[in-house]
């Protein structure tokens, strides 16, 4: 049985950094691309970032240079460091492989 498992997200003030992480079981995803969505109260989820099998990342415009996107294969984990935090950035984190989504974990930017 395939799971994701989010965690790190917490309460941080604006200009913080928090380091998310998403656990992986059940099965290898190593040559899978590896993303992290979001969803702010009353928006639709959308996409912060991407890892390729291969390591190529892909980022949403408002996090470019401010969220850093990771994985290590050996752990079938994947990592959103997010510094500089924003208000904005309040939501609900979700990591997703394939077809597969974790439970979301909490981010709060209080200004």
């Known amino acids: 049985q395939v799971q994701l498992v989010e965690s790190g997200g917490a309460l941080v003030q604006a200009g913080g950094s928090l380091r998310l992480s998403c656990a992986a079981s059940?099965?290898?995803?190593?040559?899978?691309?590896m993303n992290w969505y979001r969803q702010a109260p009353g928006k639709e989820r959308e996409f912060v970032a991407a890892i390729r099998g291969g390591g190529s990342t892909v980022y949403a415009d408002s996090v470019k240079g401010r969220f850093t996107i990771s994985r290590d294969n050996a752990k079938n984990t994947v990592y959103l460091q997010m510094n500089s935090l924003k208000p904005d950035d309040t939501a609900i984190y979700y990591c997703?492989?394939?077809?597969?989504w974790g439970q979301g974990t909490q981010v709060t930017v209080s200004s």
């Open positions: 997703n492989v394939w077809v597969y």
């Open positions: 059940g099965r290898s995803f190593r040559t899978y691309n």
